[in-house]
């Protein structure tokens, strides 16, 4: 990829730029405690490669021999990019002297510091960083299970539900109704099911401008909601519908076999259902009681340290990291600023405070991003808030040059994060 | 050039030099590291960006003290630093600054 310094250009800061800087590699650890990572996701595989910068030996335990995204997975359901430009291996990781074990963990033992991976084999640890990421309410929605989400594919995690989704958009037939069903609050990626609706309007206006999107909402309100109305209007006039809560939206029930939709008052049969369901911690957690009997793990919010179990750090969605959204973003910040306080413990000194970002691009379009961020730091009752005055939406009365502008920064953001979570 | 752009360069390049260089203030009890690290999940580790995003490694002390500061005061109007910046103090800003020129 090419390196761009495109405000640096226009603004003419710095003189003529030249390669980038190497940056500060440190020696290998003396005898700093051995890290176990699990999940090689925007937490696991960013607090993996944190610490090594910070000379700590770290195993990160992944079951996938590659990761694939979920932020951008909606441009590949959308026809915009291939499958395999959200997928990412872990060489630059085993380069900077990660060790990379393949493996599914099945159990962790707190008592013994250690994990189980499925086949017997165990790693010890003198401290476990989780980034494991969701699991599905599989009960929560009547039918809907393992088995209808090979109908009605959830595509919530990135792989083969993604593909499964986006073989049943090409195989539709021009006019046919794509419906989503979004979760209530709290899910993985707040304004993701709205991206979503997006780009696969994005294609069937494209390829199959008579077919339909019908969003069948849990709730009354979603994220960047007004940016991605106006954006809907201006962009796909009615070809995006949106059913709200209140207006009989909740799915109460599913029908695979038909691909017919319950909602509380009405039945949609429609050709293709994308039905994403309630959400909790992976329950790889629950082999430890981290959730404490609750859907998500209660931390110490300035280090990610269980408050369940000492030496056991959780980070990313499965956490409940005060009022940050459960996103990609979130998990890569908090775990710079978990592996910070990890190496700080192992070396007997204190954590540092922390300060943390999260920022939210969605394309409406390929060339028509919007944003949400806002910084985050903790307050005095020990939880992470959002920083007062700052942080927000973008404009509503942006012209199509910001919107342009954001869809660039979007991908600018994509390339950037993958980039400092795998090397 | 696109009009943002454009607008970005007049403003900034008017705000940069208006705006008096302050020496880096004591650092805030937040770590630096802390601080700058966050800056990765748009801009790349250590600054240096493979993507369309700007690098932020090879931006002088006091010109990143200044960029921040006038995205913070709306002096320079951008997407998305604007909201960005104002979540910081000015001694936390001359830290991050203080932290990336360290790596140069």
Known sequence: MTQKSTRRDVLKLAGAATAATVAPTIATAQSAGGVVVIGAGFGGATAARYLRRAGVSVTLVEQNSSFSTCPFSNTVLGGINNFSSITHGFGGLRREGVNVVRGRVNAVDPDAKSITLDGGDTIAYDRLIMSPGIDFKWDAIEGYDEAAAELMPHAWKAGSQTNILRRQLEAMPDGGVVAIAPPGNPFRCPPGPYERASLIAHYLKTEKPRSKVLILDAKDSFSKQGLFQAGWAELYGDLIEWVPFSEGGNVARVDPATNTIFTDFDEHKVDVANIIPPQRSNRLVDTAGLADGGDWCPINQTTFESTIHANIHVLGDASIAGRMPKSGFSANSQAKVCAAAVAALLAGNDPASPSFINTCYSLVAPDYGISVAAIYRIIEDGTIAPVAGAGGVSPSDAPASTRALEADYARGWYASITADMFG | ?104
């Open chain 2, 1 to 104: 050039m696109s009009p943002i752009k454009t607008m970005v360069a007049g403003t900034f390049g008017a705000a940069l030099l208006a705006l008096p260089v302050t020496l880096p203030a004591a650092a805030d009890e937040t770590a630096p590291a802390n601080l700058a690290n966050a800056c990765a999940g748009c801009h790349g580790t250590d600054g240096i960006s493979p993507g369309p995003t700007p690098s932020i490694n090879e931006i002088s002390e006091e010109d990143m003290i200044a960029l921040l500061t006038a995205f913070k005061n709306d002096e320079a109007a951008v997407t998305m630093m604007n909201r960005i910046a104002k979540g910081y103090t000015d001694a936390e800003i001359a830290a991050i600054a203080a932290y990336f020129a360290s790596m140069m």
